[in-house]
Each structure stands twice: as C-alpha cells, then as structure tokens.
C-alpha cells in the first residue's frame, strides 16, 4: 500500500462521523439519547448542569440514585475549615469526567434513573450541628424508605454519621470506610458525636455492624485513641499492610468480610497522600494513592452497595485544583459502583430522563 493508499484508508475511518459516534454501539447509542434530550455534553454551563451532567431534581419518585451535596463544617476540630466548598468544587471538576466509564463502557445513565439533588440547604437551625445531623438523618431515612441509594459530597465527615443513622435505620449496615484517621475516639474535646467520634456513635447506636467493618488506609495522628475500632471487632488495615500486600489483598478481605451484606462506602480525602490531596481538612503523609482508593472502589463490584460519600475535601487549601479533579474522579467511580449494585438488585435497568 503506498502512501495516498493509506491516507485514503485512514480519511475512511472518520468519514460522515461526528464527535460523539465511537464504535461502542451502546456507547455511541447513549450519547445520542443524550444529545436528543438536551444534554450539553460538552459545555461546562456549571449553574445548569448537575453533577456528572446529572439533571437537577428534587422529585424522589422512581429515583434510584441521588447525588447530593453536603456543605457543612461547623464541627471540624482544627483551625481548617473549608469543606463546605466541596460540593460545589466537585461539580465543577466532574464536568470533566465522562459520562461513561472508559474502564469498563459502564453506562450509569442508562442502567439507573439517576439525579443530582442540589445541595441541603439546613433550614431548621443551621448553625446548630446536632439540628443539621438531625435534618440530614431525616432525609437519608427518606432515602431509605423510597430505595434510593445516595452518592454524598461533603463536607465534614461527621456528617457520615447522620446519613448512617438514616440509611442504617431498619438494620445495621456494613461499612467500608477508607480514611487516615479511625474516626472512633470517645467524647473529642466534649462533644459527643464529632468527625472524631462518628463511627463510635453510628456503632453504638445500632446504625452500623462494626464486626462488618473495614477500616483502610489509617496512618498518623488519633490512631492511639481508636482502641473502639479493634475492640468491637473492626478490620483494620493500616496503610501499611495495604502499601505491602497490595490492593487486591485489602478487596479480598473486604469481600471476605462483608460478603453480600448490605454496605455502605465512605471516603475521607485524607486517605491519599498528602502531596497528591493537599485540599483535605487533615493532611497526612505516607498514605494511599489515588488510583489506589479508585482500585480499591472498582474492586467492590459485584458487592451490594446501598451508599456512598467523598467526604472532607477542602478545595481552598490547593490553589492548584488536583485535589477537587482527583476527588471528582473518584466520586464518579463511586457512581458507577452504585449504579451497577443498585441496577443489580433492581433486576432491571432505569435510564436517566433529561426531558
């Protein structure tokens, strides 16, 4: 073949073919429903498109997953506030991200009705921490009556607790928790339930089974005060075992230890190293990367996961973005997750309607 031959060949491949008709048919098939509906796909018009383009709703009816943002940090017990901003950082950043997952063609708009929620707005009392868990809990329990599974973006961990309260109402869930603090301490500094407490609390009130629990990635400062988590039987894996036996170990003895037990997933920025998350409420060194914790969320397919959250990104304190870019990547790692477990236990697939 000489060589207007193969340029011939090669003008073939694109010829009467547009931006969005990849050979993928399913792919290529939900990029045109899309673009039919309405869907910028590749605007960033960041005031009307939701998260991961998700459209906007607050109608609950038939829903099967809702993203929603949780702008609190009233409770973070450091001089480092400023997860409050997640939410919105997240949402910027996850215009960047497909709609598809390129690692497996995963499709979430087609395989559930998903929406993004907005963020809570805390009306009752919103300088009251214990008034807003409260509120958070009453809408996580709606949540749960209507089996919706939903993808949080916060804000202060503390606020884990809550949505495990109302997820967790009817029976104890299992949880996968990847983070470098334990987060069970007693009583921190006088308040009973606080982003140092919250697992404690979810376990002694009944909202969490701690012996189906598997803590990862803990390293650094309040380690000595977790005595709770080993004590009522959690599995822990310090970063260290993770980093020497490798992420398919943690994924086999998170399997071997949930099973197929309902489970929630929660993440807290600070699980990634330090100098590839510096926007996170509590920094530290020498912790997981982040195709780590992404291996870690593709590993748990096939696992019956009720909820998720991404919690204690603090986007101000890395003027670069790569914190809030890499937290948006995860937390569309997150999606898919659910959205392949919940279609599973739907039996059946919901598409996403944007008109």
Known sequence: MNKQERIETYKKLVEGKGLWDVDHPDVRAFYKRAEEEGVELVSNNVPQLGLFRAPYSRDLDGVDIAMVGLP????????????RNAPKAVRFWGLDRNMVNYYNSLCPYDMCNIIDYGDVEFVNDPYNLRADLDEIAEL????KDKGIAPLTIGGEHTCTYAMLKGL??????????I????DTSVDFQGAVVSDASLFQN????????????????????????????????????????????????????????????PCYLTIDTD???????????????????????????????????????????????????????????LAFE???L?????????????????K
Request: charged share 25%.
């Open 168 to 177: 967790g109402k009817d029976e104890p869930l299992a949880v996968v928790h």
């Open 271 to 329: 699980c990634i190293d330090c100098g590839e998350m510096p926007g996170t409420t509590l920094p530290e060194p020498f912790g997981l990367f982040g195709r780590e914790v992404r291996d870690i969320i593709r590993g748990m397919y096939g696992m019956n996961v009720v909820g998720a959250d991404l919690m204690e990104l603090s986007p101000d304190y890395d003027v670069t973005g790569k914190s809030a870019c890499l937290a948006a990547g």
């Open 338 to 354: 659910l959205a392949e477990s919940k279609a599973r236990r739907n039996g059946e697939k919901h598409q996403t309607h944007w």
């Open 179 to 182: 983070d470098a603090h334990g």
């Open 140 to 143: 996580y329990a709606t949540f």
């Open 72 to 83: 609190l940090d009233l409770g973070v017990p450091n001089p480092r506030p400023g997860t």
């Open 202 to 261: 979810a376990a002694c009130g009944g909202y969490i089974a701690p012996e189906k629990m598997v803590q990862i990635g803990q390293r650094g400062r309040g380690i000595i005060r977790c005595d709770f988590s080993t004590n009522s039987g959690m599995r822990r894996i310090m970063v260290d075992e993770a980093q020497e036996k490798g992420i398919p170990y943690v994924v086999s003895e998170i399997k071997r230890v949930i099973g197929d037990y």
């Open 334 to 336: 997150m999606m898919c």
